[in-house]
T-cell receptor, first 115, second 116 residues
Framework: AQSVAQPEDQVNVAEGNPLTVKCTYSVSGNPYLFWYVQYPNRGLQFLLKYITGDNLVKGSYGFEAEFNKSQTSFHLKKPSALVSDSALYFCAVRDPGAGSYQLTFGKGTKLSVIP | GAVVSQHPSRVICKSGTSVKIECRSLDFQATTMFWYRQFPKQSLMLMATSNEGSKATYEQGVEKDKFLINHASLTLSTLTVTSAHPEDSSFYIC????????????FGQGTRLTVV
């Protein structure tokens, strides 16, 4: 079974400071990892994904994430936070060997960027 | 990125009535569509997976007779909440995907259902 943990319910960061939103995963094989962002009363927007290759993945809106196999982590980062980055962030995993296209989501992390 | 349109964005209905939510992939053919339910301040709970032309696969604990899912074409899936009750009030989100396992899923904007 696959699972995702987002250990922080909320992350607060000052505008202009770097931000990190943590994610760890558990799958039986090699994972496909995704980050999504959700604004209030909206669906999820895709930010970035790791499938294979370079461990550092760059995505939309200046976000990036680093895949760390030994630590089974896929933390989301941004060098300089904007107030408009305030939203709910979800990490998700898919096990390509499981024969299913389902995504398993973490519980989400609310990011608040303080002006 | 690909666009998924979900309609309506908000609906209020009376207890005992049925509500239909539509999910359309606008610029791609979706081989698989997913329906989620999201409770306040919680993650997404997968309700069912549907493939075009076949019956939906429901997750454990989801009543298939209450949440009817139809995936009649490669661009349209519908979720009908039958005989709605206040406890069905929630945020429902669809997603659609195509291609191999490494392809991301694209999400609709969600539907806020309130049953009064």
């Amino acid at each position: 079974a696959q699972s995702v943990a987002q250990p922080e319910d909320q992350v607060n960061v000052a505008e202009g400071n770097p931000l990190t939103v943590k994610c760890t995963y558990s799958v039986s094989g090699n994972p496909y990892l995704f980050w999504y962002v959700q604004y209030p009363n909206r669906g999820l927007q895709f930010l970035l994904k790791y499938i294979t290759g370079d461990n550092l993945v760059k995505g939309s809106y200046g976000f990036e994430a680093e895949f760390n196999k030994s630590q089974t982590s896929f933390h989301l980062k941004k060098p300089s936070a904007l107030v408009s980055d305030s939203a709910l962030y979800f990490c998700a995993v898919r096990d390509p060997g499981a024969g299913s296209y389902q995504l398993t989501f973490g519980k989400g992390t609310k990011l608040s960027v303080i002006p | 990125g690909a666009v998924v349109s979900q309609h309506p964005s908000r609906v209020i209905c009376k207890s005992g009535t049925s509500v239909k939510i539509e999910c359309r992939s606008l610029d791609f053919q979706a081989t698989t569509m997913f329906w989620y339910r999201q409770f306040p301040k919680q993650s997404l709970m997968l309700m069912a997976t549907s493939n075009e032309g076949s019956k939906a696969t429901y997750e454990q604990g989801v009543e298939k007779d209450k949440f009817l899912i139809n995936h009649a074409s490669l661009t349209l899936s519908t979720l009908t909440v039958t005989s709605a009750h206040p406890e069905d009030s929630s945020f429902y989100i669809c997603s659609a995907r195509f291609g191999g396992a490494g392809t991301e899923a694209f999400f609709g904007q969600g539907t806020r259902l309130t049953v009064v």
